[in-house]
């Protein structure tokens, strides 16, 4: 697993702006927000991966993580768990 990005909203545009060629396309597959916290499920048909990304509109943070495609699902809703078993930690306070 790579090591999950963390970044702000602002900085989430900027590296769209300037990086975006360089990007891998993804689609959006499931979103969710709970107690302030936001959980987007992405597919990239480029490579078939799957990523989970975590924000937090309060404080304009984001964060970033691939996870494989048959745990997607439970990554989607237990984020954090996913997180604490590569020994990555965030807190979202």
Known sequence: MSKPLIETTAEKAALQDTAAPSLPHRRELARRLSGGIEVTLY?????????????????????????????????????????TAEGERWNAT
């Open 43 to 83: 597919w990239s048909p480029d490579d078939n991966t799957t990523s989970v990304e975590i924000s937090q509109p309060a404080t304009e943070e984001a964060l970033l993580f691939n996870v494989p495609r048959e745990r997607a699902l439970d990554a989607f809703y237990h984020p954090f768990s996913h997180l």
